[in-house]
């Protein structure tokens, strides 16, 4: 049975990221982990000091996000009512970050999925902090759904390398039951950052050939502009892809694309959801 974790801090894009995962794995038994949790302001001082005018505030915490998250919860199996899903929900006075990591390896997490904003994310920005940093950290799949995007079945799905790591069927395993669910087409983009591919990344483009063949990918070459998430921008919009995939390698492509400023402080334009897949270097 699958397992599925859904962050939520009650807020419109955490209810839309939800919302997608329930369409997005309808045809799949899975056990959904809603979690929620709140760091106090005071968190890092006073409240971890015991200060008195701290005193009680997580129980009086707990009580109220219990029965807003049962209550949540409650309405989401009302709507969903789909046999194959049981929900367990999750409440914790802690970081976000620390607790995905928490609940991802006690309970063995498949999948995470999650929104691109919170309730206070500026609409500018398309990742906000607590998304980037659980994207940085994930030992597992991180599908993000961004804001107003609902779903759809992924008709064209995009592959997003530079070709200078290797491949494995561990790491393209969660790309191969997207294809295989929904008859996808495939569609491996590659940034023209040189003149031809190196042996080290045409060795690495034949092993992906290999895995994917019989899926028969189309392979695209796009020129590099003023930086990466332009070029993704551009590639997304004159193919129509609908599903966008990144395989994160701790030093890499993946790596590069977070820290170009137009992710950090102005927004990372792409409307599709997208599959971050995690590899341990």
Request: proline residues 4%; aromatic residues 10%; charged residues 25%.
């Amino acid at each position: 049975m699958l397992k599925v974790l859904l962050p939520t801090d009650f807020s419109e894009n955490s209810r839309n990221a939800i919302d997608y995962a329930l369409h997005y794995y309808k045809d799949e038994e899975c056990v959904f982990y809603i979690l929620h949790t709140y760091t106090p302001m005071a968190y890092r001082v006073d409240y971890i000091l015991g200060s008195p005018a701290y005193v009680g505030l997580g129980d009086n915490w707990q009580s109220e996000t219990e029965a807003q998250i049962n209550e949540f919860c409650s309405e989401i199996e009302h709507l969903n009512q789909n046999e194959k899903h049981k929900f367990v929900t999750h409440i914790a006075l802690e970081s976000l970050l620390v607790e995905v990591l928490k609940v991802t390896s006690k309970e063995e997490i498949d999948v995470i999925v999650m929104g691109t904003q919170g309730a206070t994310g500026a609409k500018s920005i398309f990742l906000g902090t607590r998304t980037r940093n659980v994207l940085k950290v994930s030992r597992c799949p991180v599908l993000v759904v961004p804001e107003g995007c609902f779903y759809k079945k992924p008709e064209k799905m995009a592959l997003v390398t530079n070709y200078k790591r290797n491949f494995s069927a561990d790491i393209l395993a969660p790309v191969k039951q997207v294809l295989s669910r929904f008859k996808s087409s495939m569609h491996i983009m590659h940034i023209n950052e040189e003149k031809q591919l190196d042996s080290i990344q045409a060795s690495n483009k034949n092993t992906l050939d290999v895995y994917l063949k019989v899926f028969k990918p189309n392979y695209h070459w796009m020129p590099n502009f003023t930086n990466k998430t332009k070029s993704i921008q551009v590639f997304i919009k004159e193919l129509d892809v609908d599903f966008l995939t990144m395989i994160k390698h701790e030093r890499d492509f993946f790596g590069s694309i977070m820290r170009e400023p137009v992710i950090k402080k102005v927004s990372f334009c792409v409307e599709i959801p997208f599959l971050v897949i995690p590899v341990n270097d």
